[in-house]
């Protein structure tokens, strides 16, 4: 499920920046530059690329407070459903401006989905597969923009809006299948035992263990039940601890591995064709 959704996101991610370099998409939005060529306005291309990202920024903050009311599975399926209706504004999406909105719309589902998939994947594997699981979201993240590579690929020879209203149209193959796994699997006993749903925690341990291996779904809970305990009974914590002692360590680092991605030109490669097509265009 969490390979499956870090797929849609990475596709939902890089599909704009695939478009701003095809053709017809071009033709339909794009004016003529000094030198005769159909592009897209910088300030639009702009625009379009951090419409996504300003949504997340407001997903990723809303997510909290609605995970820990309804849980990981409800808020996430929500989200599904939500992207779902907002696919509708970019496939119908007649104006850059309409586009833009659309992304910023999309945007917020998938702030949810990046703050909710690391940690739901964290509470429902066994500890020693913890670390394997988190780091391959990003490996399945950049699968989605090779996907995105191969739809446009293959729509881009097409002089109608259908080369890039099908790319957009391929983002609906994943929200409600994802949405019914999500359904079917349990919610993380964590989360459970936070509500002091403990028989619901019991359950939740029992499906997530191997058959192979007998496990005691009590003793689980009741360890989980421990933690949080010792948990509630530190100081309540607050956001500048975060810039303070050994913390101040640990927010460097998270920090600092997200902004790798980008130092190292991922915002850049996500406008490679758009470039290397502009290259070709004043070359020939």
């Known amino acids: ?6 797929i849609m996101e990475s596709y939902c991610v890089f599909l704009m920046g695939a478009f701003v370099a095809m053709d017809r998409f071009k033709d ?14 910088a300030s639009w291309q702009s625009a379009l690329q951090m419409g996504g990202p300003l949504g997340a920024i407001i997903g990723v903050c809303i997510a909290g407070p609605i995970t820990s009311r309804i849980g990981y599975r ?28 659309s992304q910023l719309l999309e945007g917020i589902p998938w702030g949810i989905f990046i703050a909710n998939a690391p940690a739901y994947c964290s509470e429902i594997v066994p500890m020693r597969l913890r ?7 990003q490996m399945f993240w950049a699968i989605g923009a090779i996907i995105v590579g191969a739809v446009c690929y293959v729509y881009e020879g097409l002089d109608d809006p259908a080369a ?42 029992q499906r997530l263990g191997s ?16 933690t949080i305990e010792l948990e509630k009974n530190d100081s309540e914590p607050s956001l500048l601890e975060l810039w303070k002692g050994t913390d101040l360590y640990r927010t ?8 790798a991605q980008n130092l190292t030109g991922n915002l850049i490669a996500n406008q490679a064709v758009y470039f290397f097509r502009r290259e070709f265009v004043l070359s020939s």
């Not at 003793?219 to 039940?225: G, L």
């Open 1 to 6: 499920m969490t390979v499956h959704g870090q």
């Open 28 to 41: 339909d939005y794009g004016i003529l530059d000094k030198d005769n060529v159909k592009t897209i306005e």
């Open 74 to 101: 409800w808020a996430t399926i929500g989200g599904l459903m939500v992207l779902n209706a907002f696919i509708f504004v970019f496939y119908y999406g007649n104006s850059l401006g309409m586009m833009f909105a």
């Open 131 to 137: 670390a394997p699981a988190t780091q391959m979201l």
């Open 164 to 205: 890039y209203r099908i790319p957009i149209a391929l983002q609906w193959m994943f929200p409600t299948p994802l949405a019914i796994l999500l359904f079917l699997a349990p919610e993380s006993p964590w989360w459970l035992v936070r509500k002091g749903r403990l028989e619901d925690a019991a359950k939740a341990v």
């Open 211 to 226: 058959s192979k291996v007998k496990t005691n779904p009590e003793e689980s809970v009741a360890m989980m039940r421990r």
């Open 252 to 259: 460097l680092i998270v920090c600092g591995v997200y902004a």
